[in-house]
């Protein structure tokens, strides 16, 4: 009973996180069924290091990361021996799906450690006190990894060498 509230009333939190990763509304769906089974399965071994939210979060940025891949895997097998573009069509892409789709790409090609937090900063909005105390390193590591993230991300997507 009190599981069945708390997944609904985190519901709509999570789907917003998703879709902040996942351009389209089916696979940021998809993504937040995957977090809340998670965290129905999970909600046992939530230490209370973090906050709930700041945990909450975490699972929801990764899940939504593993949506994206697992879509990206499956769109690559389906697509063997047919050229693709190295670039979304324009005509066939929105301004803000091929932004976010040239972002997930960019985080795929960062250190974890960069990813992660880059992630949990910018996408997820967390404090750095709440990325530090999350992923047990010091506040000022986090502030480094952000730093050296964001720095690799523009040059990556201005100079378009993903």
Known sequence: MALDA??????PDVLRLC????????DAEEACQDTLLAVARGIGRFDGRSSFRTWLHRLAANRARSTYQGLRRRFVAEAAG?????????????VVAGTRLDLLDALGQLA???AESVALRDVVGLSYHEIAVLLDIPEGTVKSRIHEARRQLRQWIGDGRM
């Open 112 to 114: 974890p450690g960069l």
């Open 6 to 11: 708390l997944l609904v009333a985190v519901g």
């Open 19 to 26: 879709a902040r990763f996942l351009p389209n509304r089916e």
């Open 82 to 94: 047919v050229p693709l573009p190295d670039r979304p069509d324009p005509r066939r892409t929105s």
